[in-house]
């Protein structure tokens, strides 16, 4: 199997700090790693559009969020798909994309649900909200996709 430039990255710096995982360990962080470049990537659009939503467009917070959210996760499966997870080729693909949608829409609702609780309840900045919410979902995303996507 070839070798992507992340993975040249991560024996690298294994190599250099004297440090051996074994192979399935190995893939896994690998795996986590990319994972947290396609999030970290979904987060900055998830966190672009929710303030133009909010601030430019004068939308309400769970519109604003509901919107932004919507939008990376678009790119989210496009990039998890493609780089982070070993899709299960035999797996129906339409299957595979309800699956993703049906936790990417319960990933929303927890999101909404935190962001409702820290921003009306709390009187937490909305962007602040957001990086809590992010975190926990987060966490969600790769275990439910690690799960249902492999």
């Not at 957001?130 to 996507?149: D, S």
Request: aromatic content about 18%; some cysteine; charged content about 20%.
């Amino acid at each position: 199997m070839k070798k992507d430039k992340i993975e040249y990255l991560f024996d690298s710096v294994c190599k250099l700090f004297h440090l051996k995982f074994k192979s399935k360990t190995r893939k896994l962080l690998i795996q986590i790693f990319k994972f947290v470049i396609v999030g970290g990537i979904a987060t900055i659009i998830d966190f672009v559009f929710l303030y133009i939503f909010r601030e430019f467009c004068h939308f309400p917070v769970l519109v604003s969020n509901t919107l932004s959210f919507c939008i990376s996760v678009i790119y989210n499966y496009t990039a998890s798909v493609k780089w982070v997870f070993d899709v299960n080729k035999e797996k129906d693909a339409k299957k595979q994309f309800i699956i993703f949608i049906v936790f990417s829409v319960i990933g929303l609702l927890l999101n909404n649900a935190i962001m409702w609780l820290t921003v009306d309840f709390l009187s937490i900045y909305y962007m602040l909200a957001k990086i809590i919410a992010t975190v926990i979902v987060m966490v969600f995303n790769f275990v439910t996709r690690k799960i249902f996507l492999e």
